[in-house]
C-alpha cells in the first residue's frame, strides 16, 4: 500500500505539468471525491500538499467504487459510514472540513455514544439510554439513525463552509462566475438539508418518547402524522371516530415512511449517476431506474400532500362541528 502510494504521487506529480483539471475530471469518479478536490483547487493548498491529497482521494475514489460494485441488499449500513468518516478524516487533515465536529473518542472502531457536535441531539440519546425500554436490537437500530442524523449535520456545515468559500471569491474573477450554478445547487441543498434535520430530529424525539412511555401514548414516530393525532385528540371525537382516524393515521404514516425511503434511493441514484458524468452517459438501466425513481419521488410525495391535506380538513371539520354544539 504504501509503494502504491508513492507511485500515486509520483504520477500525480508528472501529471501535473499539464491540464490537472481535465486530469482530475477523468480520474476522480466519485461525485462527493470530486467535491473535495475541487475545493482544495479553489482555495490553492499547497503544490506538495495537493499531491498528497489527491493519492489519498485517488486511493478513496477507488474504495468507493469498489464498495459499490459489492454492495449488497444485506448491507447494513456501516462500510458506508466508515467510508464517509474516512473522507471527513481526509477533509480535516487538509483543512477542507469547516466545522469540526465534536468526538468522544472511538472504541473498536466505531464512535461512543455521544454527539456532541449537536448538545440538543446528545442530550436527546443521553434520555434514551437512560429512561428508553427499548431492546438491545431497537436501540441499536436508533443508534443508526442518530449516526446518520449526525451525518446529515455534517454535510450542512460542509455546504455552508463550501458557499463561504465562493462567497469569498472575488465578486469579479473568472472562477466565482463560472461557479454561481454550482453556488445555486449548494444553497438548494442547505435548504433542503434544514427541512430534514428538523423533520428528523422530531422523528428521533417521538420514537424516543416511544421508549420511555407506552406505545400507545405515543403511537405515531412521523412528526406530521403526530402532530395530527394531537390535533384529533383534541378536537372532542368519540373512542370509535378516533380509532377510525387511528387507522387512516396509519396509513397516511405508512406513505409518508414509503415516500421517504424513497426519496434516499433518489440520493444515492443522483451519485451514482453523478460518477458516470451525468444522466445521458449513464448506463441506459441505470439512467431507466434513475427516472423511475424520480417519478415515483414525485407520485408519493403529491400522495402525501393529499393526504394531509384531507385528514387536515376532516379534523378541522369535525372539530368545527363540536364547536357548534
Known amino acids: 500500500m504504501k509503494l502504491l502510494y508513492l507511485i500515486l504521487i509520483f504520477v500525480f506529480s508528472e501529471s501535473c505539468n499539464g491540464d490537472q483539471k481535465d486530469f482530475n475530471a477523468h480520474k476522480l469518479r466519485s461525485g462527493k471525491v470530486r467535491q473535495v478536490w ?21 486511493l478513496h475514489d477507488e474504495m468507493l467504487m469498489e464498495h459499490k460494485r459489492t454492495r ?38 466505531r464512535m461512543k455514544h455521544r454527539f456532541l457536535e449537536d448538545p440538543k441531539l446528545d442530550k436527546l440519546w443521553q434520555t434514551v439510554k437512560k429512561n428508553g425500554k427499548f431492546s438491545d436490537e431497537e436501540l441499536q437500530t436508533l443508534e443508526n439513525e442518530f449516526q446518520h442524523h449526525r451525518r446529515k449535520l455534517y454535510e450542512l456545515e460542509s455546504l455552508k463552509s463550501e458557499i463561504s468559500d465562493i462567497d469569498a471569491l472575488h465578486d469579479n474573477s473568472v472562477e466565482k462566475q463560472l461557479i454561481q450554478d454550482t453556488r445555486s445547487e449548494k444553497k438548494q441543498k442547505v435548504a433542503e438539508l434544514y427541512g430534514d434535520i428538523a423533520e428528523g430530529y422530531e422523528r428521533l424525539s417521538l420514537k424516543a418518547k416511544q421508549g420511555a412511555l407506552s406505545a400507545d401514548s405515543v403511537p405515531f414516530t412521523e412528526p406530521r402524522v403526530a402532530q395530527l393525532w394531537e390535533e384529533a385528540k383534541n378536537a372532542g371525537f368519540s373512542d370509535e371516530e ?45 439512467a431507466d431506474t434513475h427516472s423511475h425513481l424520480q417519478k415515483k419521488v414525485k407520485e408519493l410525495a403529491s400522495k402525501v400532500k393529499k393526504l394531509h391535506h384531507r385528514i387536515s380538513q376532516k379534523l378541522s371539520s369535525g372539530s368545527q362541528d363540536r364547536g357548534e354544539l
Not at 244 to 257: A, C, D, T, Y
Open 38 to 58: 475541487e475545493k482544495a483547487n479553489r482555495i490553492k493548498l499547497p503544490g506538495f500538499e495537493m499531491t498528497e491529497l489527491y493519492s489519498e482521494l485517488l
Open 72 to 109: 449488497n441488499e444485506n448491507d447494513d449500513g456501516n462500510k458506508d459510514a466508515e467510508l464517509t468518516e474516512r473522507l471527513l478524516a481526509i477533509m480535516e487533515k487538509y483543512g477542507l472540513a469547516g466545522k469540526k465536529p465534536a468526538y468522544d473518542g472511538r472504541k473498536d472502531g
Open 242 to 286: 378516533l380509532e377510525s382516524i387511528k387507522e387512516e393515521l396509519n396509513h397516511f404514516q405508512i406513505k409518508v415512511q414509503k415516500h421517504l425511503f424513497f426519496k434516499d434511493q433518489l440520493k444515492n441514484s443522483v451519485e451514482k449517476i453523478d460518477n458516470y458524468g451525468g444522466h445521458d452517459k449513464a448506463p441506459k438501466p441505470q
